[in-house]
């Protein structure tokens, strides 16, 4: 085992780790790609004045049949520049001859309104595209660009009107997503730019692009009066999803372009359809717009030729260190866990700062690999033991305590600590009636008292209680041990409210099912007192001993006595009062006590006439009891008349009480 546990086998691990990367199989360079999209796509949005008019549904319901009639494609391209088109962007190819006859029309519109047409390179070629010709520095190494056999374009008498025209080339990925666009393309020894380069540069208004040429590929392109456009050594930009466009239909134009590109294409189910991109499936004139936006803005996404080594090397130190740590638990998981934790955020800062594409994965998935190795069988080890444990207690401790000594068996060991704890009692209110209901039936009044337990118990469990104990129709709970709870107080009056809320439910079951309906008196007491293992050496519990655990199961027995459901005490309140609308019932000096507790009871939500409420128990202890009973009388139906019971007791209570100077405004209750 201890040669099994030697951190020295990770490195063979690790080896392996660094000849994989280097050479990563298509699983991984997806999983990498798909890093590189969230970075991309997480950036706050940059809004372009780019628009793409799409020939979608409601275009095939005014016009008809698809595709239109030329003269019906001019009436279009008229109507985008009477909205203050600055340059119509016809994403729509136009290879044959209009058989309806339109192409005159359209011909002599583009004489009239400049529009850049759209070819696509293909094996073979078809009608002679324009092309603004290129001014190429070190035209000998044209052949490391992307070549094509031929190249579709639109019928001469278009082509040779338009303004410009660039090719449309989407080349996937290893996934097949398009992340990255071409700028230009060789057909047949002749460079061809893209149509989002060709829209930029009709819109500075050059007469040509310029490239320079290296033997591994693009050095620098650029257009005179715009300037320099980044691209990667093959011509081709990343694709900024940040950059955004506005899509209208091309039935539905806005007033006034402002002077935008629109691009026009076609998005009409059935016609269209869609590529993958890191943004979800889009239609091509929506990823031509943020190709031009990316261009226009100077979006250098850059994947650099040193960055997977870099990653290499990051990852093998960071892999052999963590190695090196391991025999240092603590340490090397601290390392492992910072280490993860710190380079996904570095990545994202040198993307957000410098636009540089640095890959998390790798050393995340290096990392994980390693620590799993490295300290797998020690989890297994110590999972064992926890499972010995569990095995022994887990048929009578709570699943909190349990985990609690899987943790540290050392609390195994009888005794107890002290500790502040919300401490809740609930009992059934009318058992003996409902014991009466099933007469002989011992078996039917054992399940339905088990259809209560199980209801009440799954609300306690849900809001991390721990439930000490039944006895009878009554359970114990408490809040804050084994496990810590910052919030125990709020916890437990939550959990009580939820419990008479349930209760409903639960009564509308089982009226319906013919039983009798359950009512439940609640109490709530938080103190500090002893909790821990109580019992024998033979057999123990983990509960809780104190004054303040015998406090809340006196109040609980007071709830049925002041007419309310749950009553909390009043350190209780102090930590809830600002959650819920707490009202003081009494000053009571419970059974076996002298000295008088004030208790109160809790309703959710905030109340109006809490401060009435203050006020009437205010003249019950200053012996002001006719002003007590007519306040009672005022409040009766408010709180959603939760405290009704209790002003009927309040003002019976009233009636027979005496002024007495004596008095010290403690009521004496003579039962529980």
């Given at each position: 085992?201890?040669?099994?546990?030697?951190?020295?086998?990770?490195?063979?691990?690790?080896?392996?780790?660094?000849?994989?990367?280097?050479?990563?199989?298509?699983?991984?360079?997806s999983?990498?790609l798909?890093?590189?999209?969230q970075?991309?796509?997480?950036?706050?949005?940059?809004?372009?004045?780019?628009?793409?008019?799409?020939i979608?549904?409601?275009?095939?319901?005014?016009?008809?049949?698809?595709?239109?009639?030329?003269?019906?494609?001019?009436d279009?391209?008229?109507e985008?520049?009477?909205?203050?088109?600055?340059?119509?962007?016809?994403?729509?190819?136009?290879?044959?001859?209009?058989?309806?006859?339109?192409?005159?029309?359209l011909?002599?519109?583009?004489?009239?309104?400049p529009?850049?047409?759209?070819?696509?390179?293909?094996?073979?070629?078809?009608?002679?595209?324009?092309?603004?010709?290129a001014?190429?520095?070190?035209?000998?190494?044209?052949?490391?660009?992307?070549?094509?056999?031929g190249?579709?374009?639109?019928?001469?008498?278009?082509?040779?009107?338009?303004?410009?025209?660039?090719i449309?080339?989407?080349?996937?990925e290893?996934d097949?997503?398009v992340?990255?666009?071409?700028?230009?393309?060789?057909?047949n020894?002749?460079?061809?730019?893209?149509?989002?380069?060709?829209?930029?540069?009709?819109?500075?208004?050059?007469?040509?692009?310029?490239?320079?040429?290296?033997?591994?590929g693009?050095?620098?392109?650029?257009?005179?009066?715009?300037?320099?456009?980044?691209?990667d050594?093959?011509?081709?930009?990343?694709?900024?999803?940040?950059?955004?466009?506005?899509?209208?239909?091309?039935?539905?134009?806005?007033?006034?372009?402002?002077g935008?590109?629109?691009?026009v294409?076609?998005?009409?189910?059935?016609?269209?359809?869609?590529?993958?991109?890191?943004?979800?499936?889009?239609?091509?004139?929506?990823?031509?717009?943020?190709?031009?936006?990316?261009?226009?803005?100077?979006s250098?996404?850059?994947?650099?030729?040193?960055?997977?080594?870099?990653?290499?090397?990051?990852?093998?130190?960071?892999?052999?260190?963590?190695?090196?740590?391991?025999?240092?638990?603590?340490?090397?998981?601290?390392?492992?866990v910072?280490?993860?934790v710190a380079?996904?955020?570095?990545?994202?800062y040198?993307?957000?700062?410098?636009?540089?594409?640095?890959d998390a994965?790798?050393?995340?998935?290096?990392?994980?690999?390693?620590a799993?190795?490295?300290?797998?069988?020690?989890?297994?080890?110590?999972?064992?033991?926890?499972?010995?444990?569990?095995?022994?207690?887990?048929?009578?401790?709570?699943?909190?305590?349990?985990?609690?000594l899987?943790?540290?068996?050392?609390?195994?060991?009888?005794?107890?600590?002290?500790?502040?704890?919300?401490?809740?009692?609930t009992?059934?209110?009318?058992?003996?009636?409902?014991?009466?209901?099933?007469?002989?039936?011992?078996?039917?009044?054992?399940?339905?008292?088990?259809?209560?337990?199980?209801?009440?118990?799954?609300?306690?469990?849900?809001n991390?209680?721990?439930?000490?104990?039944?006895?009878?129709?009554?359970?114990?709970?408490?809040w804050?041990?084994?496990v810590?709870?910052?919030?125990?107080?709020?916890n437990?009056?939550?959990?009580?409210?939820?419990?008479?809320?349930?209760?409903?439910?639960?009564?509308?079951?089982?009226?319906?099912?013919?039983?009798?309906?359950?009512?439940?008196?609640?109490?709530?007491n938080?103190?500090?007192?002893?909790?821990?293992n109580?019992?024998?050496?033979?057999?123990?519990?983990?509960?809780?001993?104190?004054?303040?655990?015998?406090?809340?199961?006196?109040?609980?027995?007071?709830?049925?006595?002041?007419?309310?459901?749950?009553?909390?005490?009043?350190?209780?309140?102090?930590q809830?009062?600002?959650?819920?609308?707490?009202?003081?019932?009494?000053?009571?000096?419970?059974?076996?006590?002298?000295?008088?507790?004030?208790?109160?009871?809790?309703?959710?939500?905030?109340?109006?006439?809490?401060?009435?409420?203050?006020?009437?128990?205010?003249m019950?202890?200053?012996?002001?009891?006719?002003g007590?009973?007519?306040?009672?009388e005022?409040?009766?139906g408010?709180?959603?008349?939760?405290?009704?019971?209790?002003y009927?007791?309040?003002?019976?209570?009233?009636?027979?009480?005496?002024?007495?100077?004596?008095?010290?405004?403690?009521?004496?209750?003579?039962?529980k």
């Amino acid at each position: 085992m201890k040669k099994l546990l030697s951190p020295w086998w990770a490195l063979l691990t690790l080896s392996a780790l660094v000849y994989m990367f280097a050479s990563p199989p298509a699983f991984l360079q997806s999983v990498r790609l798909n890093y590189f999209d969230q970075l991309i796509v997480n950036q706050e949005p940059v809004e372009n004045n780019i628009y793409v008019a799409e020939i979608d549904e409601a275009t095939l319901n005014k016009y008809g049949q698809y595709p239109f009639p030329r003269n019906i494609y001019s009436d279009i391209i008229k109507e985008l520049y009477e909205h203050n088109a600055g340059l119509v962007v016809w994403n729509v190819m136009m290879p044959e001859i209009d058989r309806l006859g339109g192409d005159a029309e359209l011909a002599e519109t583009m004489l009239e309104l400049p529009v850049v047409l759209a070819s696509r390179p293909s094996n073979t070629s078809k009608n002679e595209p324009i092309n603004p010709g290129a001014v190429i520095v070190n035209s000998e190494y044209l052949n490391v660009l992307l070549p094509y056999g031929g190249i579709i374009a639109n019928i001469p008498e278009l082509e040779n009107n338009s303004v410009g025209a660039g090719i449309v080339s989407t080349e996937p990925e290893i996934d097949g997503v398009v992340r990255r666009m071409t700028t230009v393309a060789v057909v047949n020894d002749t460079l061809y730019p893209s149509l989002a380069l060709e829209t930029l540069r009709v819109v500075a208004g050059d007469t040509n692009f310029q490239i320079k040429l290296q033997p591994n590929g693009v050095e620098k392109m650029r257009i005179p009066k715009f300037g320099v456009i980044p691209t990667d050594n093959e011509g081709r930009v990343w694709i900024d999803w940040s950059q955004r466009n506005k899509n209208v239909s091309v039935v539905n134009l806005p007033e006034d372009f402002g002077g935008a590109v629109v691009i026009v294409d076609v998005t009409a189910s059935g016609i269209a359809n869609p590529v993958p991109t890191a943004m979800g499936s889009q239609y091509a004139g929506t990823t031509q717009a943020t190709v031009l936006g990316t261009m226009f803005n100077g979006s250098n996404i850059q994947r650099p030729d040193w960055a997977p080594m870099v990653e290499l090397i990051a990852l093998g130190v960071a892999g052999l260190i963590l190695i090196l740590v391991s025999r240092w638990m603590v340490v090397g998981l601290v390392l492992t866990v910072v280490s993860i934790v710190a380079v996904i955020p570095y990545s994202m800062y040198v993307y957000t700062n410098e636009k540089i594409l640095l890959d998390a994965t790798a050393p995340i998935i290096t990392l994980v690999i390693i620590a799993l190795q490295v300290y797998g069988i020690k989890f297994v080890v110590e999972f064992l033991q926890k499972q010995q444990i569990k095995k022994q207690f887990g048929t009578y401790l709570s699943p909190a305590l349990v985990e609690k000594l899987q943790k540290n068996p050392e609390l195994l060991q009888l005794g107890g600590e002290r500790r502040e704890l919300s401490i809740m009692f609930t009992d059934v209110r009318g058992f003996t009636a409902i014991s009466e209901h099933y007469g002989d039936d011992v078996e039917g009044l054992t399940s339905i008292m088990n259809r209560y337990m199980t209801a009440m118990t799954k609300r306690i469990i849900d809001n991390n209680g721990t439930v000490d104990k039944y006895i009878g129709d009554a359970q114990m709970a408490f809040w804050n041990a084994p496990v810590d709870d910052e919030h125990h107080a709020f916890n437990a009056v939550r959990t009580g409210l939820d419990m008479i809320e349930d209760l409903k439910e639960f009564n509308k079951e089982i009226t319906a099912e013919g039983h009798p309906p359950f009512a439940m008196g609640l109490g709530i007491n938080t103190d500090t007192v002893i909790v821990g293992n109580m019992g024998s050496d033979q057999r123990f519990d983990y509960t809780c001993l104190g004054d303040g655990v015998n406090l809340g199961a006196r109040i609980e027995g007071q709830t049925k006595t002041y007419g309310v459901d749950a009553i909390i005490g009043e350190n209780t309140m102090k930590q809830v009062h600002r959650e819920f609308t707490t009202l003081q019932l009494d000053c009571i000096a419970v059974k076996g006590k002298k000295v008088g507790v004030n208790i109160y009871t809790v309703i959710r939500g905030a109340w109006g006439r809490k401060t009435q409420h203050d006020d009437m128990m205010n003249m019950y202890f200053a012996q002001n009891f006719k002003g007590a009973i007519k306040m009672c009388e005022s409040l009766k139906g408010y709180f959603d008349g939760q405290l009704d019971g209790y002003y009927d007791i309040w003002i019976e209570r009233c009636k027979g009480m005496k002024v007495n100077k004596e008095w010290d405004g403690v009521y004496r209750p003579t039962t529980k």
